[in-house]
């Protein structure tokens, strides 16, 4: 497995039990070499830029900006008919903080289906903006990447397979957009997870990790993830993969189950 396999942490699920701004330094002390962050927006760009020097971390993920907990908005707008200049102006915001971070990925939250708007408009709408996105990103150099999520989680979420989420990203017909494969989601509303990821392969750029049905480290739920991180050599995965799930304990406690599959930063 040697120098196969990277791990970024997510910095808004892991070393929550300390400030943001002691979180870079902590991932780095706990060997990652790479981190996300999903909404930065309530910070200056400086701070980050700071976080990541004095940490040597490099910044791999930022998500799109989404509005507040309990709204329609609350997992991103990118469906939303009514709200296609407001996408286009948090997404700016979110190139901006990529091109300040010098991070080459932005996860493009699709957001929950409007009760008055169908599911062709709501998609339609969603294509839309991931081509016009994906136009925007480009110039910078930066990539966009489209997560399918399970209704478990988000009730109403547009976008709940691998399936659908390319479709989308083959309608957009963006070169620089990309399947965010989070194999949680995956077994939540698909299963077969290594089926899927071998149908989709040409189109994950980013992965992401977290074990089923509890949301909390891989090895405290029902995936093997041996199988799967062998399965994602073997078809030659060489982007990151993130952390992103609920510490059963603390973080570092939790962190044990990464020794025997991580191969370049612990």
Same mark, same amino acid.
């Given at each position: 497995?040697?120098?196969?396999?990277?791990? &970024?942490?997510?910095?808004?699920?892991?070393?929550?039990?300390?400030?943001?701004?002691?979180?870079?330094?902590?991932?780095?002390?706990?060997?990652?070499?790479?981190?996300?962050?999903?909404?930065?927006?309530?910070?200056?760009?400086?701070?980050?830029?700071?976080?990541?020097?004095?940490?040597?971390?490099?910044?791999?993920?930022?998500?799109?900006?989404?509005?507040?907990?309990?709204? %329609?908005?609350?997992?991103?707008?990118?469906?939303?008919?009514?709200?296609?200049?407001?996408?286009? =102006?948090?997404?700016?915001?979110?190139?901006?903080?990529?091109?300040?971070?010098?991070?080459?990925?932005?996860?493009?939250?699709?957001?929950?289906?409007?009760?008055?708007?169908?599911?062709?408009?709501?998609? =339609?709408?969603?294509?839309?903006?991931?081509?016009?996105?994906?136009?925007?990103?480009?110039?910078?150099?930066?990539?966009?990447?489209?997560?399918?999520?399970?209704?478990?989680?988000?009730?109403?979420?547009?976008?709940?397979?691998?399936?659908?989420?390319?479709?989308?990203?083959?309608?957009?017909?963006?070169?620089?957009?990309?399947?965010?494969? %989070?194999?949680?989601?995956?077994?939540?509303?698909?299963?077969?997870?290594? &089926?899927?990821?071998? =149908?989709?392969?040409?189109?994950?750029?980013?992965?992401?990790?977290?074990?089923?049905?509890?949301?909390?480290?891989?090895?405290?739920?029902?995936?093997?993830? &041996?199988?799967?991180?062998?399965?994602?050599?073997?078809?030659?995965?060489?982007?990151?993969?993130?952390?992103?799930?609920?510490?059963?304990?603390?973080?570092? =406690?939790?962190?044990?189950?990464?020794?025997?599959?991580?191969?370049?930063?612990?």
């Amino acid at each position: 497995m040697a120098g196969k396999l990277q791990f &970024s942490a997510n910095l808004k699920w892991l070393f929550t039990e300390l400030p943001l701004e002691e979180r870079y330094d902590a991932a780095a002390a706990a060997g990652f070499k790479a981190a996300e962050f999903a909404w930065p927006y309530d910070y200056p760009i400086e701070l980050f830029c700071k976080l990541l020097k004095d940490s040597g971390l490099r910044q791999v993920l930022i998500n799109t900006p989404v509005g507040k907990s309990g709204t %329609d908005k609350a997992s991103g707008q990118a469906c939303h008919p009514d709200s296609i200049s407001a996408f286009r =102006e948090d997404f700016f915001a979110a190139l901006e903080y990529a091109n300040g971070l010098d991070c080459e990925l932005i996860h493009l939250q699709a957001g929950i289906r409007q009760k008055d708007v169908s599911e062709a408009a709501a998609l =339609e709408t969603l294509i839309n903006n991931v081509s016009w996105a994906g136009v925007q990103a480009k110039k910078s150099g930066v990539s966009i990447v489209l997560e399918a999520v399970n209704l478990n989680d988000i009730p109403g979420f547009v976008v709940t397979t691998q399936a659908q989420a390319q479709h989308v990203i083959t309608q957009a017909g963006c070169s620089n957009a990309g399947l965010l494969f %989070d194999i949680y989601h995956v077994q939540r509303s698909e299963g077969d997870v290594t &089926s899927r990821m071998k =149908e989709f392969f040409p189109s994950i750029h980013h992965v992401q990790v977290a074990d089923s049905p509890g949301r909390n480290e891989p090895g405290t739920g029902e995936l093997n993830w &041996s199988f799967l991180f062998e399965r994602l050599m073997q078809l030659g995965y060489k982007g990151w993969i993130g952390c992103e799930y609920r510490p059963a304990t603390s973080t570092v =406690e939790g962190l044990h189950w990464l020794k025997p599959h991580n191969t370049t930063n612990l």
